[in-house]
């Protein structure tokens, strides 16, 4: 048995793009505008600040990436093969996002 289509209009495609781009551009101006800040605040936990951005900057890029893949999807399997590999990924990331927090606090000075 063959998987219905997602008949989304263009339309409706189009103005998801748009609200994506606009979303990413306002957390880019965030970021942009956290890591300024962070830069001059001098302290011990900076640089782990800095790092825990980063990793955040990193998850949203990717969460607007998938959501853009989503968007075009044709069928629920194709949605439902986006969300695993999405979900998989992110779970990766955070494993290792959180070993190499854990190793800088761990270890003070190394990470410098």
């Known amino acids: 048995m063959a998987e219905p289509k997602l008949e989304v209009p263009a339309e409706l495609r189009e103005l998801a793009e748009k609200t994506i781009e606009q979303a990413e551009k306002a957390f880019g101006m965030f970021f942009d505008a956290a ?9 011990a936990g ?6 825990a951005l980063s990793f955040t900057e990193q998850n949203m890029k990717a969460s607007f990436e998938h959501a853009r893949k989503l968007v075009h ?4 399997q194709e949605a439902m093969r986006l969300q695993s590999e999405f979900l998989r990924s992110q779970f990766t990331n955070a494993g290792e996002h959180m070993r190499e927090i854990t190793g800088k606090i761990m270890s003070p000075g190394k990470g410098k």
């Open 73 to 76: 999807a044709t069928d629920l």
């Open 35 to 43: 890591s300024k800040s962070m830069t001059s605040i001098p302290g």
């Open 46 to 51: 900076t640089e782990i600040s800095k790092q």
